[in-house]
């Protein structure tokens, strides 16, 4: 028995295993995560004539296992199980059980405006990340009339590693009503200047290595207190 491996059904530029009395499973080492690959099996006779192939199978790798996360949800433009921020926190156990990510998976534009709400923490927290494998950041463009990219109104949520640029003008770039969210690395800029602030965050939020660029508009609005953009 002979297996082939390609990204093609066409499969152009397969990869086969030896050939081998006995086939249970085959191994192909190197494999792109969140990709689809085809596969096909044939056999060859006493006399080595190679049969032609069976019917080929499709099939999709998954992602990489983020640290600490007990839960994921997985979003990308392509070969993620979700196509949106929204639709992945839609599939989340609304009592969270463990640590709890919704990864992006690409560097693409999500034009949606997120609202996180209805989660009971029970002492974990519900990060919206991106894929620490990559070096850019997942931008979010909320739609026009939208009051926010993101509207959280859980405790205990994190947004991690993605950029807020609304192309139109918007009330905030982020909107959080409850405690204990977390910011890192997160990069509000826009051209289209915010009704109220680029960041709304009630007490005991916190706000790390972030980067809030407003024009005519304030920067960082907590509890009474604002900042300036920088």
Known sequence: FQAALAVSSSFASASTTAWTADMVSAVFPGLTAGSTYFARVRARNAVGVPTDYAAALSTRTGFAAVPGCGVTRDVGKAGAPYLTITAA???????LSAET???V????TYAEQATVSGFTSNGFRLRIMRDP?????????PPAGSPAAFRIQSASVSLEGLRIAPPFP???GIEISTLYARLSDVL???TAAFGFAGVYLNAFGTVEDSTVSVSASRGIWSSGVSAGGA
């Open 105 to 108: 998976r690409d560097t693409g």
């Open 188 to 190: 509000v800029q826009s």
């Open 101 to 103: 990510c919704v990864v």
């Open 170 to 172: 918007i009330t905030y």
């Open 89 to 95: 926190l839609a599939a989340v156990p609304a009592s």
């Open 133 to 141: 494998a990559l070096t850019t950041h997942p931008t979010v463009a």
